[in-house]
């Protein structure tokens, strides 16, 4: 069985578990409340050009001709610009099939057709009402299930011909654009050995991140071979090697600076508006183009999220072992794939669940669908699958008369288990078992004050989440002592809300010994002189970048060594290192001050002895392969992080509106780097996801047009859906031996398992189940009258 | 971003008549809230807004007699802060609270609903039930009409260059009034299905339902059913049926299927009917 | 056509050139740099771009500049000014009530507005004041323990 720890070499020695000392407050705080913080739209400059984009009305349509006659005419125009203008450019983060703009046909409504440009909105505006499209609608393909029939229109008719950077194991002359197999085991053999298969389909709707501050970017080309852009977005190194390769120039011939992004969760991730700004500012040199989206763009118009449905065949023996599983995962994709391949992957690695099932079949799909396309969002593939399996489970208990916590916690991963990938499981992947009870054992010690005309339920789940990402994906940071001994450090990673700077400032201050004060973390990003970072997705951020500032830190204190080697006269290996001080091993009496070697130490006479400590760290994975196309088995995840959550709700009988009384997690964090921004990870995550449980859904029309791109019909929650609830957190802490100081990534883990949570908890007060989200009042409501076990 | 127009702010009723004479493009504005939502994403809009926020004609509430004169600018914030709706119309101060959210009342205004006419505005069924009247002013003066024939259909009331003055309600016939709304989520939405039940003081009861047909639904069956007294299990089933067979809502809706809106409009009545404290909190009646 | 308008914004004077079909929101932040007031939808709908017009909170992206015309406008650069701001903020900071910072003004806007009315609001007040704000990061938790402390 490979080791994933095969290669990993810990920090040892100086860097033993410590206390992180806490932030007062975060380093962004006092800017974002008196609203001096900077987002991408507070940043403007003098001759500016907006870009108005005229979008696809149609889901499915050939372009058949575009008439910029009358808009030519508006004065004040600076530009027009159509796909006609397209040359070569190919939008290619894995798949080469999207370009900046369509050109002989859409794709999804809210494609760009064409892009107006000027200084005065209102006339860009006026122009852009003026084009004239020519279309021939063809039919759409909304979602997977359709797309994969023998007679859908194909979204792509070539898929062959894209350029692809990994084998993404498509079907040609089909929709599907990826496929990811998992085998393991015998899984014929358990289904005919099995007393019951259990077989249930969970249909997981797209929904939208909704990040309250859309989607905007500024490019300049300075020369026509460099540009500039300011974006908000989680992945700035990306954005620029993927404009890079569309142009076919250097990586270094572009810059990307991010600042505060408005929310993230995985739609600022990758790529979305930045490659078509960079591509519509080439055509006016020298002159800062902005695009920025309006709500109902970023709902159209970018990335959007999940859409999944999944078929699970699951062979038990009488007792609630489950002795094979077969999974069938079909992703409605959205018209371009590139943003979802790797989702298709992730979840297909944890459509398991955290249990050990020896024999596993599982078939992932990536499918073209005629929607927008499908991007990263918290959770990363992991919220579609635990819907299905954490239901599953719940359903298996109730076929075969059992406690479904027995049935969990007899399958359940633990030290020695093998998972899905083939990875053995440690005791230092965590305590699922002790964070599942902690859930358990509170849901039953709360005590519901039940009221007349409603009725009461609580529900559980498990819950297994690993990163899924590139095998070279690194991090890095640069760490400079200043003369007063002060320091400064950079490092990779977006600030969009995690507390991101913040914790690496805890984690410096650890690693350095020194007060939180002498710290700065350099905010901002600029691929020009930050140091890189792949992208800040997956939750990785606190392990990644925080590895690369204990690397640096690392060389800094053996560089601070070196120096006081030199004016001590004591070898380096007799120093240790104390933060404010570097101190004999034999004698501590004898030392120097940091502060007065960090630059060198100057002596009276001006001699200047050793040299200034700066330092550059970096972090790579160790260890990680692509998994077997055939088996999908190998190294392909980092680390594991395990949890549980659960829901406590009333259900109005009359009206089947449910509210929340309780909402609950324990996760296994290794360690908690900063209690009071775990807690508000946590939380986030789980209040995002009770929208995917509860309301959420992008909904389409007829001819594939998105019908709620709008806060008015997409509901996501409200301070009073929250007001009256109680929420707790629990941290465990096991540590995660490739951490800093043993911490895990949670950013996203909040999200996992409360759908199926919810899902539960409703067959606990109704005796109904669910299998479509969201679980609208509506659905409930049907449901319950339908087959309750009520009389309504 | 609205496209260009020209915008004026008249203090007299007679310059908006002026104003609508001389310009066949224009459009009246009052909290906005509705009209500013529709240019923003209009491909043409309005080349004139006549803002009418300053006609102090059309504000205030006050009592006159028997009857509750609410302006047509009266804002939500206004409706709900009023100790003399709350006394006496109370259906209107549970609509003003249901409505929007805090920001969103301050500026919009009952006039505004009541013109904009939408199926389940807030302002449509209580109205209707409580046999509210409207004013009209015109060029040749005042008239007065019963809602019903104002609001005719969805998006739709009598208005010809004219201006709706206020909304007025008789207290003595209305002796009890309770209005609910179901919504998606508990902060700010649109009403999905919403219903209004007045006991008038003759002892009758007058129920209306919104977003199940084009303008808020009256059924005389359904009232004469709950007019007579001693309403059990059975008369909810036979409410239902009867609204089962008479109203077939939108199937396009976004908000709620046709089948789940006929269930909650009686839902909701159940619960007018607890206000009024005519059904204890025994579901089933 | 422009016109000018006459105004006040944060206690300052104002004589600007405003198109009518300019949004208060797009005056503060396209025309005056006050980019503290912030836009997530344009309609209504989120609450990031509260401001207060004659001490009542609006909603400026559906409020006309010329709208404000002989009224007074505060947003949150103003606010720094005001003796509640010390104590929301520092109830953000102890409850950690911020995350991506994009709806932190609106809230901080909705609940000064919320002070202003009463200093000892109930939980059906604070409610009112909060229930049209939309927060995508936090899951409110945090912002709802901000306001109970400030009212504490
Ligand atoms: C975020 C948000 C939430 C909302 N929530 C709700 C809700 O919960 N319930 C609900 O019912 N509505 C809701 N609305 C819709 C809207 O706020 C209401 O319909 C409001 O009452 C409209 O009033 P107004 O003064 O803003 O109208 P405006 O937008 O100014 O006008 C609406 C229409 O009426 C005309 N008009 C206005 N006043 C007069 C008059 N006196 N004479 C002649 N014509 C006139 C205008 O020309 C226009 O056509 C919401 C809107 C938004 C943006
Ligand atoms: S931007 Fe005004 S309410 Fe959202
Ligand atoms: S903190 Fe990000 S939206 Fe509220």
Redesign the pocket.
């Known amino acids: 069985m490979q080791n994933r720890h095969l290669s990993l070499k810990y920090i040892e020695g100086e860097f033993k578990m410590v206390d992180i000392p806490q932030a007062e407050k975060r380093i962004d705080l006092d800017k974002k409340i008196s609203g001096e913080a900077q987002f991408i739209d507070d940043i403007s400059f003098q001759g500016m050009l907006h870009a108005l984009v005229l979008r696809s009305p149609h889901a499915h349509a050939e372009i058949v001709d575009i008439n910029l006659d009358q808009a030519l005419q508006v004065e004040g125009i600076e530009k027009i610009i159509t796909g006609q203008d397209i040359k070569d450019e190919v939008i290619n983060v894995d798949i080469g099939d999207h370009r900046p703009l369509a050109i002989d046909k859409v794709r999804f409504q809210g494609e760009p057709v064409a892009v107006v440009l000027s200084e005065d909105k209102w006339k860009a505006k006026k122009a852009l009402n003026l084009i004239e499209v020519e279309y021939n609608p063809l039919k759409a393909v909304m979602n997977a299930r359709e797309a994969i029939k023998e007679d859908r229109p194909l979204v792509h008719e070539n898929q062959d011909q894209y350029d692809r950077h990994l084998n993404t194991n498509h079907h040609p002359g089909t929709n599907i654009f990826r496929h990811y197999k998992l085998r393991k085991g015998n899984v014929d053999q358990a289904f005919e050995n099995a007393d019951k298969i259990i077989e249930n389909t969970y249909d997981y709707p797209q929904r939208s991140h909704t990040q309250m501050e859309p989607h905007g970017a500024i490019a300049k080309w300075t020369t026509d071979q460099e540009m500039v852009m300011y974006a908000s977005t989680q992945s700035p190194f990306f954005v620029r090697t993927t404009i890079a390769d569309m142009f076919n120039i250097s990586d270094t011939n572009i810059t990307v600076k991010a600042g505060y992004l408005g929310g993230g969760f995985g739609g600022k991730s990758d790529v979305s508006i930045e490659p078509l700004t960079a591509f519509i500012a080439k055509f006016v040199p020298n002159k800062y183009v902005k695009l920025k989206l309006d709500r109902e763009e970023a709902f159209n118009a970018s990335l959007i999220a999940r859409g999944a449905e999944v078929n699970l065949k699951t062979a038990v023996t009488q007792e609630g072992k489950i002795l094979g599983e077969k999974a069938s995962l079909y992703f409605s994709s959205g018209a371009y794939g590139s943003t979802s391949v790797h989702i298709v992957t992730a979840a297909g690695h944890n459509s398991s669940g955290p249990y050990e099932i020896d024999n596993m079949e599982v078939d992932s799909y990536g499918v073209y669908t005629n929607t927008p396309p499908v991007g990263a969002f918290r959770g990363y593939g992991h919220p579609e699958v635990h819907w299905a399996k954490e239901r599953q489970i719940h359903l298996i208990a109730k076929e075969l008369d059992l406690n479904e916590h027995q049935v969990r916690l007899k399958n359940m991963l633990r030290p020695g288990s093998i998972n899905a990938l083939g990875q053995e499981i440690e005791e230092e992947n965590g305590d699922l078992i002790g964070c599942y009870e902690k859930i358990k054992k509170k849901l039953d010690q709360i005590e519901i004050d039940k009221k007349p005309g409603k009725v009461y339920g609580k529900g559980i789940a498990a819950i297994m989440k690993s990163p899924v990402m590139p095998t070279n994906s690194a991090a890095s940071a640069t760490l400079r002592f200043n003369e007063e001994g002060t320091v400064d450090i950079a490092c990779s990673g977006s600030e969009m809300g995690q507390g991101t700077k913040t914790a690496m400032k805890q984690i410096a201050a650890a690693g350095l010994k020194l007060p939180l004060e002498k710290i700065k973390i350099k905010e901002d990003i600029s691929t020009d002189n930050s140091p890189y970072g792949w992208q800040t997705i997956g939750s990785t951020t606190t392990w990644k970048a925080g590895r690369a500032v204990m690397d640096a830190i690392e060389k800094a204190i053996d560089k601070l060594k070196e120096n006081a080697e030199l004016l001590l006269d004591i070898e380096k290996d007799k120093l240790e290192y104390q933060g404010e001080k570097i101190v004999s091993k034999d004698d501590e009496n004898i030392y120097v001050k940091t502060e007065d070697i960090c630059f060198g130490h100057l002596s009276e006479n001006g001699l200047v002895t050793g040299e200034p400590v700066q330092t550059y760290g970096t972090y790579m994975p160790k260890g990680l392969t692509y998994t077997d196309p055939e088996t999908g088995q190998g190294n392909a995840a980092a680390e594991w992080t395990f949890g549980a959550q659960g829901v406590v709700i009333e259900i109005d009988k009359e009206t089947g509106e449910l509210k929340l009384l309780n909402m609950m997690m324990a996760i296994d964090a290794g360690k908690v780097i900063s209690p009071k921004m775990a807690r508000g990870q946590i939380i986030g995550g789980m209040v995002q996801e009770m929208g995917g449980a509860l309301t959420e859904e992008l909904k389409y029309g007829k001819n594939g047009e998105m019908r709620n791109n709008s ?2 019909d997409y509901k996501i929650p409200t301070p009073l859906d929250l007001y009256d609830a109680d929420l707790d957190v629990f941290f465990f802490e096991t540590p995660e031996p490739i951490g800093p100081f043993g911490a895990r990534g949670i950013a996203e883990h909040g999200t996992v398992g409360i759908t199926p949570a919810f899902g539960n908890a409703i067959s606990d007060a109704l005796g109904i189940e669910m299998f479509e989200l969201p679980l609208s009042r509506e659905k409930i409501y049907l449901k319950m009258i339908e087959e309750g076990d009520l009389d309504v | 971003m609205f496209s260009p127009f020209e915008y004026k702010r008249p203090e007299t009723i007679e310059e908006v008549f002026e104003l609508l004479n001389q310009n066949d493009n224009s ?12 240019l923003r994403e209009a491909e043409s809009s309005p080349d004139f807004l006549i803002d ?1 926020k300053e ?1 102090d004609e ?1 504000k205030g509430i006050e009592q006159e007699n028997n009857e509750i004169k609410i302006g ?2 009266t ?2 914030t206004e409706i709900k802060e009023n100790k003399l709706i709350k006394d006496k119309l109370y259906a209107l101060y549970q ?1 003003a609270s ?4 805090y920001e ?1 009342r301050n ?10 006419a ?1 199926p ?5 069924v209580p109205l209707f039930a409580l046999e509210a009247e409207v004013e ?1 002013v015109g060029q040749n003066g005042i008239k007065r009409l019963p809602i019903e024939e104002f609001w005719y259909d969805v998006g739709r ?1 009598k ?1 010809d260059n ?4 206020s909304i007025i309600i008789n207290i003595d016939k209305n002796e009890k009034s309770s209005y609910h ?1 179901l ?1 998606r989520v508990e902060g ?4 999905v299905v919403n219903t209004a039940l007045v006991k008038r003081s003759d002892n009758k009861y007058r129920s209306y339902f919104g977003t199940v047909a084009r303008t808020p639904y009256q059924n005389k069956k359904i009232d004469a059913i709950l007019s007579k007294e001693n309403f059990n299990k059975k008369s909810f089933k036979k409410i239902q049926d009867i609204i089962n067979e008479s109203v077939s809502p939108r199937s396009s809706s976004l908000r709620a299927s046709p089948e789940y809106k006929k269930r909650m409009v009686v839902s909701l009545l159940k619960k007018c009917l607890r206000d009024i404290g005519e059904l204890g909190d025994d579901i089933d009646g | 056509m422009a016109k000018e308008i006459k105004t006040t914004i944060n206690n300052k004077k104002y004589k600007i050139e405003v198109p009518p079909q300019m949004t208060l929101l797009e005056l503060l932040r396209e025309k005056l740099i006050m980019t503290g007031t912030k836009e997530g939808c344009g ?3 989120c609450g990031a771009c509260t401001v207060l017009l004659n001490d009542k909170p609006v ?1 400026s992206c ?1 409020v006309l500049a010329h709208e404000i015309e002989g009224k007074e406008v505060i947003t949150i650069e103003g606010l720094k000014e005001t003796g509640d701001f010390k104590e929301i903020k520092e109830a953000f900071i102890a409850e950690d009530a911020v995350q991506c910072g994009f709806c932190t003004p609106g809230f901080v806007m909705a609940i000064k507005a919320l002070l202003n009315r009463t200093k000892t609001p109930t939980d059906e007040e604070i409610k009112e004041a909060l229930g ?1 704000h939309l927060c995508r990061c936090t899951g409110y938790e945090s912002i709802h323990k901000a306001v109970k402390r400030l009212v504490k």
């Open positions: 806060f008015t | 459009q009246i504005v009052a909290g906005g809230t509705d009209l500013l939502v529709k009418i006609l059309l047509a600018l804002t939500i609509a249901e409505f929007g959210c969103i500026r919009a205004t009952i006039g505004g609903n009541v013109v904009h939408s389940g505005a807030e302002y449509g009209v009331v208005l004219e201006l709706l003055k709304r919504s700010m939405d649109l009403a | 309609n209504g709908e909603r559906i049209g």
